[in-house]
């Protein structure tokens, strides 16, 4: 599939006639008309509890956005006929999987349903559509990540990785770590914004669970987009190597304890590495920082180094929760994308209520962690919802964990074999919410 080709695909048959049996309407966005598109920018703010948007924002957003595939439903007989009662926004990135290949993911954004229009089943329509419409097109996994952790499990989305969220007493801490070479400077925002896009693309693709990224991402972490609040706050560093080029990029904002100046909480919005030295040296910058007693971080991976370069670990508070939900269109095509940590073979039978995963697969890895996929009629040894299996599918959550939650069933010893196959390379993450 071409770039933008996702936004031409007709909607959903069956969603469409679900919608109109409520006495709504579902429509494709036109993304070039600014009246409309604007209006459905407005309902997606409703929909998260934000402010409405002014004009220069109303505008950035159109041009970090319009490339979505966009969807609407619609009251033609509300006061507002032209606001949107439900969004989604959707379109094909890039997930990079175990051993460092990619395979296209449909992206699923921007999901709202106003709370005047609720218990309708539109969201089931808006998602299943979505699914459906991904499967036609040959696209073998959809992904999100979630405001909600309760609604997508019903769609057969799972759990793929988790983040960590970090409050750090940095005199406590003491800096332990490595002290790399190189140096780190202060950039303004414009450049930082130009620096992140070929430096993530360097990094996504050895790291499971990371996805292609977008210009208007960049804006947004960098506080560069028009009209946005707080961005004069946001700073700039980068870490670069003896040879000058950049390996790493840090964003962050200070705010003040108004009684004492020596203690302002440091707020890390974003960090990309590419090395380890540039790891260790921005982390080093952000704890030591001047006039700083607490550092706070969110989105950061549940196995982050920092954690051993600080002399008292307790000094860090760290919360884990689910972020990046994944949801297998195609078994094989799916499967036979990533590499494995362990040989051997296992027939699975994948249950999926909307029929597009459903199937028994015989899953066989060679000793190079690759993997040949085919439908089996053999009786299936482990049996498992497409939703664990887009949980294990990177290796964030073990395949023993799901069969002790009873999330996976079979025999203990396929039970093995899955479970050292689905073994993590890599601790799968994703740094930023799409």
Request: proline content about 4%; overall charge negative.
């Amino acid at each position: 599939m071409t770039v933008h080709d996702w936004q031409s695909l007709p909607l959903d048959i069956d969603s469409g006639e679900a919608i109109a049996r409520t006495g709504l309407d579902y429509r494709l966005v036109d993304t070039s008309g600014a009246d409309t598109f604007g209006d459905w920018l407005q309902a997606g703010n409703r929909g998260f509890h934000a402010p409405d948007s002014g004009e220069e924002q109303l505008g950035a957003a159109r041009d970090a956005l319009a490339y979505r595939r966009t969807t609407g439903v619609y009251d033609a007989t509300g006061p507002n006929p032209t606001w949107p009662v439900a969004t989604t926004g959707s379109w094909v990135s890039d997930l990079t999987l175990p051993g460092g290949g990619g395979i296209p993911m449909w992206a699923i954004s921007n999901v709202t349903v106003a709370p005047t229009h609720r218990r309708r089943g539109i969201a089931r329509a808006l998602l299943e559509g979505e699914l459906r419409t991904a499967a036609a097109a040959g696209v073998p996994i959809a992904g999100l990540t979630v405001t909600e952790a309760t609604i997508y499990g019903r769609f057969g989305f799972g759990a793929a990785t988790s983040v960590t969220n970090w409050v750090i007493e940095t005199e406590r801490a003491r800096w332990v770590g490595p002290t790399p070479e190189g140096r780190i400077d202060f950039i303004d925002r414009e450049r930082a914004a130009a620096e992140l896009p070929a430096l993530h693309e360097r990094v996504r693709r050895s790291n499971p669970g990371e996805t292609s990224a977008w210009t208007g991402l960049w804006r947004r972490i960098s506080g560069t987009m028009a009209g946005q609040q707080d961005a004069s706050k946001i700073r700039a560093v980068r870490y670069a190597d003896a040879s000058g080029r950049t390996r790493g990029v840090a964003l962050y904002r200070l705010s003040g304890d108004p009684t004492d100046f020596t203690k302002h909480e440091l707020t890390l919005i974003y960090l990309l590495t590419e090395t380890a030295d540039a790891y260790a040296a921005l982390w080093r910058f952000v704890l030591e920082h001047d006039l700083v007693d607490i550092v706070r971080a969110s989105m950061r991976s549940i196995d982050e180094p920092v954690r051993w370069m600080i002399a008292d670990q307790r000094a860090a508070t760290v919360t884990v929760r689910d972020h990046h939900w994944l949801r297998v269109l195609d078994v094989p095509r799916t499967l036979m994308a990533r590499r494995y940590a362990g040989a051997g073979e296992c027939v699975i039978r994948v249950t999926d209520a909307l029929g597009l995963a459903d199937g028994t697969w015989m899953l066989r890895v060679d000793d190079n962690g690759e993997a040949k996929v085919e439908a089996s009629t053999e009786p299936a040894t482990v049996t498992l919802g497409v939703a664990a299996l887009g949980s294990i599918l990177l290796g964030g959550v073990r395949a023993n964990t799901m069969y002790a939650a009873g999330r996976i069933h079979g025999e203990a010893s396929a039970i093995a074999v899955l479970d050292r196959q689905f073994g993590a390379l890599e601790t799968p993450w994703l740094g930023f919410t799409y």
